[in-house]
């Protein structure tokens, strides 16, 4: 079946500019995660989304960045004012449950590069 | 704080080589440990996990992974490397309850004919 998909696959933007970015998780799969791949970084975890639950924020670096998952499915991360700081590779995954065990299905991810 | 630290950014081998890929983590509590791979543009890709069943586990395309408690490691290995084994591996924790991966830096594995 399909796996996560995400669009665009490259996005240049000029600083301050608005992005989205968009997430489109497994079929049947609750949990959606966000993570940024900075070079030399590693993924560092930005926000977190299970069923209906109030999202785990805790990852995102400052209020220039938001998501959201509407019915229970597609999501959208925003970056609003974008700075230099932001161009990485944003990556999505999902899972079919939250459990600690539970797979993470990774997107090829979202290129940003902020000029 | 949960935290991973994979030795060495990167890695070079011999095609037929044995491919050891090293990862530390700190936690109070036994953890889940994952390891992931990931080729040129692509996304992650799951290669094993620990789950507190067997120590030793095997994933995918030959590797395989022990957790050693008394060292707090779990370090990846291939007995042979082959080219296509190329690619970026990244080690994760996920400590107990509903929380998300912690990752390392990540290490490059190239292999050379």
């Known amino acids: 079946g399909a796996g996560v998909s995400q669009s665009p696959s490259n996005k240049v933007t000029e600083k301050g500019k608005d992005v989205e970015l968009r997430c489109d998780p497994i079929s049947g799969h609750t949990a959606l995660y966000w993570y940024r791949q900075s070079l030399g970084q590693g993924l560092e975890f930005l926000i977190y989304f299970q069923g209906n639950s109030a999202p785990d924020k805790s990852g995102l670096p400052s209020d220039r960045f938001s998501a959201e998952r509407t019915g229970g499915s597609v999501s959208t991360l925003t970056i609003q004012r974008t700075q230099q700081e932001d161009s990485a590779v944003y990556l999505c995954a999902s899972s079919l449950a939250s459990g600690e065990t539970s797979e993470q299905y990774f997107g090829p991810g979202t290129r940003l590069t902020v000029t | 704080a949960q935290s991973v630290t994979q030795l060495g950014s990167h890695v070079s081998v011999s095609e037929g080589a044995l491919v050891l890929l090293r990862c530390n983590y700190s936690s109070s509590v036994p953890p889940y440990l994952f390891w992931y791979v990931q080729y040129p543009n692509q996304g992650l890709q799951l290669l094993l996990k620990?789950?507190?069943?067997?120590?030793l586990v095997k994933g995918i395309n030959g590797f395989e992974a022990e957790f050693k408690k008394s060292e707090t490691s779990f370090h990846l290995t291939k007995p042979s490397a082959h080219m296509s084994d190329a690619a970026e591996y990244f080690c994760?924790?996920?400590?107990?309850?509903?929380?998300?991966?912690?990752f390392g830096k990540g290490t490059r594995l190239s292999v050379i004919a």
């Open positions: 620990y789950t507190s069943a067997a120590t």
């Open positions: 994760a924790v996920r400590p107990p309850g509903n929380t998300p991966l912690v």
